[in-house]
């Protein structure tokens, strides 16, 4: 039997590890892994000038922020060159990871597979933005565009999949729920992130955010502090930010970047993990954090806040628990305090946490799940 011939296509470059978070070249990899033939559709490799635009822009901004003639025109000349590339290796599917702008502009019978980790009317209401009103109907018509015209829609969240249906009006049987996995290209041993391998003479908390505000690192940080107020021996890892100068404590560790494609820094971000009890995630605004996912594959426990798309990553009481958003530093304390104090059951959460990653938190999972979608579609 033939393998189905899979053109991938995403705004981003997917065969770069940092690009959208690392997200796209899981993907690629993953689905490969399945024994589909991947198509390579557009030119990943080069940067392009809606590219170099965002990379201007504030990090908090989306792809689909930068709406511009020479946006509109570099999109036509993507799908001309892509229209002759499917011309020349015609494909069965198509999966299109955040390409919504491509998806309006291509004329094609080949079913495609349309993903992103959220919908504009969520974003637009979820994230500081300066749009004026031409600017908002605009991308709110090629996102409505896209949904429409795609065979499915794949999210990674139920918030994101219900607001293109309720937003949207996409139809329900078109949209499908399936989480992203961890981005680690050498995931821990199930031995290495056994609970007798975690230090517990102090509980120590990891924090990763590149926005220190939006990430609720202030939060993360009065958390350490109640904890000593409570008398429990806490410190604190901040990984990818540097706080504000008053954010000091003897028990606070900043480590402002760690590259994963470097092995020895690798090594270091592995480290940081394993060593970890917790992993506080006191997040004020967020889609479907991968780092969440990441957490789960060492056993760590995520305390976070009820928001965006978590709620389909975190199981209360499995793999972590989630705080309301108004959840103070003390509540972030005590919450953590009580499972630390009773070892069987920080116990128990280390090991669904970690049974919460090997069963569907990982690219695996997710690419099985999408190629079975594939094949239902086919």
Request: hydrophobic fraction near 40%.
């Amino acid at each position: 039997m033939q393998s189905i011939k899979v053109g991938f296509l995403s705004a981003h470059n997917y065969f770069d590890r940092n690009a959208w978070s690392g997200a796209v070249y899981h993907m690629y990899d993953s689905l490969k892994s399945t024994g589909v033939q991947m198509v390579n559709l557009g030119n990943p490799s080069k940067p392009t000038l809606l590219r170099k635009l965002v990379n201007r822009v504030s990090p908090k901004k989306k792809y689909f922020e930068v709406a511009s003639s020479g946006y509109i025109e570099e999109g036509k000349k993507k799908v001309s060159l892509i229209q002759k590339q499917l011309k020349k290796t015609p494909c069965d599917v198509l999966f299109w990871p955040v390409a919504s702008l491509e998806i309006n502009y291509l004329e094609t019978n080949i079913p495609v597979i349309y993903l992103s980790d959220i919908t504009f009317e969520l974003y637009n209401g979820y994230y500081p933005s300066n749009f004026d009103q031409q600017q908002i109907e605009w991308i709110s018509n090629i996102e409505s565009t896209a949904i429409s015209r795609a065979s499915k829609i794949v999210y990674p969240s139920d918030w994101a999949a219900q607001s293109a249906i309720d937003d949207y009006d996409a139809e329900t049987n078109k949209v499908k729920v399936i989480p992203f996995g961890a981005n680690l290209d050498d995931p821990p041993a199930v031995k290495e992130v056994d609970f007798s391998q975690k230090s517990t003479s102090s509980c120590r908390l990891l924090f990763i955010g590149k926005d220190w505000e939006r990430k609720g690192g202030e939060i993360a940080f009065q958390t350490l502090i109640s904890l000593h107020d409570m008398g429990v021996d806490a410190e604190l890892i901040v990984l990818g930010s540097v706080p504000p100068a008053e954010i000091k404590h003897d028990k606070l560790t900043v480590i402002p970047f760690l590259d994963k494609n470097d092995p020895i820094q690798r090594q270091q971000f592995r480290e940081l993990f394993l060593q970890s009890n917790f992993f506080i995630f006191p997040t004020r605004a967020d889609c479907s954090p991968i780092v969440t996912c990441e957490a789960n594959a060492f056993g760590l426990p995520v305390i976070t806040t009820n928001v965006g798309g978590l709620p389909t990553i975190i199981k209360q009481g499995k793999n972590g628990y989630m705080l309301p958003l108004s959840a103070s530093g003390d509540d972030f304390a005590k919450l953590i305090a009580e499972i630390f104090d009773d070892q069987a059951r920080y116990e128990q959460l280390v090991c669904s946490s970690r049974e919460e990653y090997d069963r569907r938190l990982n690219w695996n999972a997710w690419a099985q799940s999408i190629h079975n979608l594939i094949v239902d579609m086919l």
